[in-house]
């Protein structure tokens, strides 16, 4: 089933803004806790480090590591970025998988923290299609005349559900490897000014299609991390097929970006960056293999690792920080979800 906008043009992104915990987490820590050797984490996933919400001592999250406090954290930035004040802010999308409870909901306590009272607020639980999917609803509310300004936040702190130790399945500590934490956001909104990026289209292809999923994480929430007392044996951890997910991940993440382009009547030379979700190593080797120019897809999980529904968005605003995006350049924004084989793109005109 495919839901989409066919013009979002007068739909604008005025600011972006990230934030990460401050604990940095190195391949010889991740050798030292889970018997992986340092050199072939970097070979597999071309990660050097990422960073950790967890404690040092224990698995629950640090002082001012919680999702919802680097959600905030990103959004609060993105609205300096746009040069607006919270206060300015009508709508609310807060998206993760690992909320800090299950009650009260996410968005309640982003807004929380954010300071933001009396507006609309909704918490959408998704991984790597998150920021597509938080972004759609946010744009039909915007076009619908129910808001003016839509902060999108997507935020996910996974390393609390780690665990460690001889009897832990290979693929969890693969994943140990794999997997950081961290946070993203942009404000939209609807405006005829000329100002902040145009969001051009959005395409999300939901899989309702039998098929197992790639990753199965059933976990318990970040901020209870999982104890022997409150969990009997290691079933919560779930699963992660590597190379399942590596083969047909990488296949369908390509084909967002394809289908984007042919929507909009463009080819890979009209296109500035390929941003995609930061999902493994290899990815320019991944992108050449289907058919994109590796060398205007920009990496940065060498540094943070795959940090899920907020990965795009730290990307975006590590580019824009560092100055390389230019007024007119085309973006290419796009995904692949391996938990349900979704997909989606986004075309967003700088």
Same mark, same amino acid.
């Given at each position: 089933m495919m839901a989409g906008v066919k013009d979002a043009a007068n739909v604008r992104i005025l600011g972006v803004g990230s934030a990460l915990p401050t604990r940095i987490v190195g391949n010889e820590e991740i050798e030292r806790l889970t018997g992986?050797?340092?050199?072939?984490v970097a070979e597999l996933f071309d990660v050097r480090e990422r960073r950790w919400a967890r404690r040092h001592d224990c698995a629950a999250p640090a002082d001012g590591q919680m999702c919802s406090d680097l959600a905030a954290q990103a959004g609060r930035r993105a609205?300096?970025?746009?040069?607006?004040?919270? +206060?300015?802010?009508?709508?609310?999308?807060?998206?993760?998988t690992t909320p800090d409870f299950v009650n009260p909901t996410f968005d309640h306590a982003v807004a929380a923290k954010l300071g933001l009272r009396g507006v609309p607020a909704f918490s959408v639980h998704a991984p790597c299609t998150g920021l597509f999917r938080g972004s759609l609803l946010a744009e039909s509310?915007?076009?619908? *005349?129910?808001?003016?300004?839509?902060?999108?936040v997507a935020a996910d702190t996974i390393s609390?559900?780690?665990? !460690? *130790?001889?009897?832990?399945?290979?693929?969890?500590? #693969?994943s140990t490897a794999l997997y950081a934490d961290g946070? *993203?956001?942009?404000? #939209?909104?609807r405006t005829e000014a000329p100002a902040g990026a145009e969001m051009l289209a959005i395409r999300l292809v939901t899989n309702s299609s039998e098929d197992t999923p790639g990753i199965l994480f059933? *976990?318990?929430?970040?901020?209870?991390?999982?104890?022997?007392?409150?969990?009997?044996?290691?079933?919560?951890?779930g699963h992660h097929d590597f190379r399942r997910v590596l083969r047909r991940g990488g296949e369908l993440a390509a084909h967002a970006a394809r289908v984007m382009m042919e929507e909009m009547g463009v080819t890979q030379s009209d296109v500035r !960056?390929?941003?995609?979700? +930061?999902?493994?190593g290899n990815?320019?080797?991944?992108?050449?293999?289907?058919?994109?120019?590796?060398?205007?897809?920009?990496?940065?999980i060498a540094t943070v690792g795959n940090t899920i529904s907020a990965s795009i968005l730290i990307l975006l605003d590590e580019l824009k920080r560092a100055g390389r995006l230019s007024p007119g350049d085309l973006l290419i924004l796009h995904t692949a979800e391996s938990s349900s084989w979704s997909y989606a793109a986004m075309a967003v005109r700088w």
């Open positions: 992986i050797a340092a050199a072939h609205v300096d970025d746009a040069g607006l004040a919270i +206060q300015d802010i009508d709508l609310l999308v807060a998206v993760t509310l915007l076009r619908s *005349g129910r808001a003016t300004t839509a902060l999108v609390p559900f780690f665990r !460690f *130790g001889e009897e832990v399945p290979r693929d969890h500590k #693969m946070a *993203g956001a942009w404000v #939209m909104r059933r *976990g318990l929430m970040s901020a209870t991390p999982p104890s022997p007392e409150s969990a009997a044996g290691l079933e919560y951890l !960056f390929f941003l995609t979700h +930061q999902a493994t990815l320019h080797r991944i992108a050449a293999a289907h058919g994109l120019p590796a060398e205007r897809v920009p990496i940065n």
